[in-house]
């Protein structure tokens, strides 16, 4: 009797899902379960025997994806570029694999059984990027906070950000506020300093 490994595949772009969905179901030992998203495959409820998760990088968080590391299930992140700062993230919380969504079948399919095997693999394109992609000490930092410390960086006001970033003085703070609290600083300047130790901003 066969044994048949559960996958758990969470994607919402409807052409990679059917791509999956032919390369997977030919398997005699796999059966996958598709869902649009986290939320989905909550409220659909976790199953508890599957065997591995797929699922796109944009989502599932780093917070949701810890627990289901943690029940030892082997992970899969596909990805459209190499250039998300969640890559790094990803790799330290011990992922078994990354494959791009312009895989063909047999290296999508040698990435899932090398998952379930306990092997880890990645793309080559990938590996050599490596080192290219920014360190920043686990600390997300989106765009517009980003833009917000160059704009501390060069001496800029409260009432100045605002109005090159077309927001309120007001949004600007809550912006600020979320910025200290990942730095764990207290200041202005502590801040703009600890991005640019971190290579964050270079103002």
């Known amino acids: ?105 047999a290296q999508l399919m040698r990435t899932i059984r090398n998952a379930l095997d306990g092997l880890a693999t990645l793309p080559m394109e990938l590996f050599r990027s490596l080192h290219t992609i920014p360190e920043y000490d686990d600390i997300l930092i989106s765009p517009k906070e980003r833009s917000i410390l160059e704009g501390l960086a060069l001496g800029k006001s409260n009432k100045e950000l605002a109005a090159l970033l077309y927001v309120s003085q007001r949004t600007v703070e809550y912006h600020l506020t979320h910025i200290f609290s990942k730095f764990n600083v207290h200041t202005r300047t502590e801040a703009v300093m600890a991005a640019k130790s971190k290579g964050i901003i270079h103002v």
């Open 1 to 105: 009797m066969i044994d048949i490994n559960t996958i758990v595949i969470i994607e919402n772009q409807l052409a990679w899902q059917n791509k999956l969905k032919v390369w997977i179901e030919p398997e005699k030992d796999m059966y996958a379960f598709f869902f649009r998203s986290y939320t989905d495959f909550i409220e659909k409820g976790i199953f508890e025997d599957y065997q591995l998760l797929v699922c796109d990088i944009e989502l599932i968080s780093l917070d949701e994806l810890e627990p289901i590391y943690r029940r030892d299930r082997p992970i899969i992140i596909s990805i459209s570029n190499h250039k998300s700062p969640k890559i790094k993230q990803l790799l330290k919380l011990g992922i078994s694999g990354i494959v791009y969504k312009t895989a063909t079948s």
